[in-house]
C-alpha cells in the first residue's frame, strides 16, 4: 500500500518569499505518480502539479516546481514568490499506475503568507 | 467549459436519518471518485466508477454507504442511518481516460460537508 508522509507544522511565510513544503512517499511499486494539491478554507481541492515516476526533469507549473528525488523517495513542493492567495492547506497524494486508481493523501501542510 | 460541482455544498441531519449527496462530473470524464475527508486529515479513498461499473470500493463504504452512476454520468453517495462518525466533508473528482494512465489528473469538486448531530 502506498504511503505519504507530510510532517511539517504550520508554516509562516513572507510574501514574495519562496517556500518548500515536504513529502515523502513509500511504495514498493516502480510506476507511479506524485501530484500536489492545494486547498483553501472554501474547501475545494485544486490541482497543482504532477511528477511521473519516469519522468527524468523535474516538473514545473508556473509559480510551482517539484523537487523530485526517486532515491530519497521524496516529492517536494517549492512555491516560488508566495503571494497572499497562497494561504492554504497543501496535499501531496500518489496514484500508482497498475493495481488501483485511488489516490492516497498525506495529512497536509498548512501554509500562511504574511504581507 | 465547466467543473465537477456537487451538490448540496451543506447538509446537517440527525442521527440515524438518511442523506444522499449527488456529484456531477466534468463532462467526457469517464471516471469518477468518491473521497471522504475529516478534520486535519487528508482525503480518504471510498470508492471509484468507469462510466456506470463501479470498480473499486474501499472498507471504509460499510454497509450503510452506497453509490451509483446510472448511465455512467452523475453519481449519488447515500448514506443510511447516519452516525456521528459520518460527519465529513464528501469530496467527488473525476478524471479522463488517457493513454499511459499515470497522468489521469483527478479534478475535484468542491465537496458537500456533513454534518450529523
Known amino acids: 500500500a502506498q504511503k505519504i508522509t507530510q510532517t511539517q507544522p504550520g508554516m509562516f511565510v513572507q510574501e514574495k518569499e519562496a517556500v518548500t513544503l515536504d513529502c515523502t512517499y513509500d511504495t514498493s511499486d516502480q510506476s507511479y505518480g506524485l501530484f500536489w494539491y492545494k486547498q483553501p478554507s472554501s474547501g475545494e481541492m485544486i490541482f497543482l502539479i504532477y511528477?511521473?515516476?519516469?519522468?527524468?526533469q523535474n516538473a514545473t507549473e508556473g509559480r510551482y516546481s517539484l523537487n523530485f528525488q526517486k532515491a530519497r523517495k521524496s516529492a517536494n513542493l517549492v512555491i516560488s514568490a508566495s503571494q497572499l492567495g497562497d494561504s492554504a492547506m497543501y496535499f501531496c497524494a500518489m496514484r500508482l499506475l497498475y493495481g488501483n486508481n485511488r489516490l492516497a493523501f498525506g495529512k497536509g501542510n498548512q501554509v500562511v503568507v504574511i504581507p | 467549459d465547466t467543473g465537477v460541482s456537487q451538490d448540496p455544498r451543506h447538509k446537517i441531519t440527525k442521527r440515524g436519518q438518511n442523506v444522499t449527496f449527488r456529484c456531477d462530473p466534468i463532462?467526457?470524464?469517464?471516471?469518477l471518485y468518491w473521497y471522504r475527508q475529516t478534520l486535519g486529515q487528508g482525503p480518504e479513498f471510498l470508492t471509484y466508477?468507469?462510466?456506470?461499473?463501479?470498480?473499486?470500493k474501499s472498507r471504509l463504504l460499510s454497509d450503510r454507504f452506497s453509490a451509483e452512476r446510472p448511465k455512467g454520468s452523475f453519481s449519488t453517495l447515500e448514506i443510511q442511518r447516519t452516525e456521528q462518525g459520518d460527519s465529513a466533508m464528501y469530496l467527488c473528482?473525476?478524471?479522463?481516460?488517457?493513454?499511459?494512465?499515470?497522468?489521469?489528473?483527478?479534478?475535484f469538486g468542491p465537496g458537500t460537508r456533513l454534518t450529523v448531530l
Open positions: 466508477f468507469q462510466n456506470e461499473a463501479q470498480l473499486e
Open positions: 511528477q511521473g515516476s519516469y519522468d527524468e
Open positions: 463532462s467526457e470524464h469517464n471516471r
Open positions: 473528482a473525476s478524471s479522463p481516460t488517457l493513454a499511459g494512465g499515470l497522468g489521469d489528473t483527478q479534478y
